[in-house]
């Protein structure tokens, strides 16, 4: 099956931090979604980009997609405690229907 | 906001028995879509549904899976004879006219032991 190998897996950092992270992708993908999973419960949307190249915000978070389509970013500025979690890409492939496609998360943990 | 929801929160079964994930997606939603997540491991599609029928399904959709929504409101997922590889967190998700944009639901966590 298709692969989005997301990057870094982990990340422990200093309240107050910027933080990013990137997803990358052999296939070309109609859109990207960015979702964030706190301990037991579902994934949560947190942006969604459906041009590429398109850059996008959503507060704290700007997310981008790649000109290739095969990669996206997911940015967090000025990190707080409660953006503790998983944060999850996922893409839509061409011609594939609305299969999500999900990468292998990263695990922010953030030091107050 | 309107939201998925998705019942029970947890199942514990035998191996062998058949179980029923329910789901109430976003009520003007109009694809439908199962995912499952292993302990620890990422999100994998399972199936999605659209105008009462099966559109797109993968390899984990086997024969002893089916999805089914038996009124206008909830969309049930069967697993006819579980195994001990099927515990996982069984998650909802449902869209609207952008189909991929998919919003999911807390989940069920399944264990069969």
């Known amino acids: 099956g298709q692969q989005l190998n997301q990057s870094p897996q982990s990340m422990f950092i200093q309240e107050g931090e910027d933080v990013s992270m990137n997803c990358t992708s052999s296939?070309?993908?109609?859109?990207w979604l960015w979702y964030k999973q706190d301990p037991g419960e579902g994934p949560v949307l947190l942006i969604a980009?459906?041009?590429?190249?398109e850059l996008t915000s959503n507060g704290r978070l700007t997310a981008q997609f790649g000109i290739t389509r095969k990669d996206s970013f997911l940015n967090i500025s000025a990190s707080i405690p409660s953006d503790v979690g998983i944060y999850f890409c996922a893409g839509q492939l061409v011609n594939a229907g609305n299969m999500l496609t999900f990468g292998g998360g990263t695990r922010l943990m953030v030091k107050p | 906001e309107p939201e998925v929801t998705q019942t029970p929160s947890h199942q514990v079964t035998q191996m062998g028995q058949e179980v029923i994930l329910r789901c109430v997606p976003i009520s003007n939603h109009l694809y439908f879509y199962w995912y499952r997540q292993i302990l620890g491991q990422k999100v994998e599609f399972l199936v999605s549904?659209?105008?009462?029928?099966?559109?797109?399904k993968s390899e984990i959709f086997d024969d002893q899976f089916s999805v089914e929504r038996p009124d206008g409101s909830n969309f049930t997922l069967k697993i006819r004879s579980t195994k001990l590889e099927d515990s996982a967190m069984y998650f909802c998700?449902?869209?609207?006219?952008?189909?991929?944009?998919?919003?999911f639901g807390p989940g069920t966590r399944l264990l069969v032991l």
């Open positions: 549904f659209y105008n009462n029928e099966i559109s797109e």
């Open positions: 296939s070309i993908f109609n859109t």
């Open positions: 980009l459906y041009k590429a190249g």
């Open positions: 998700a449902s869209s609207g006219e952008l189909a991929e944009t998919q919003y």
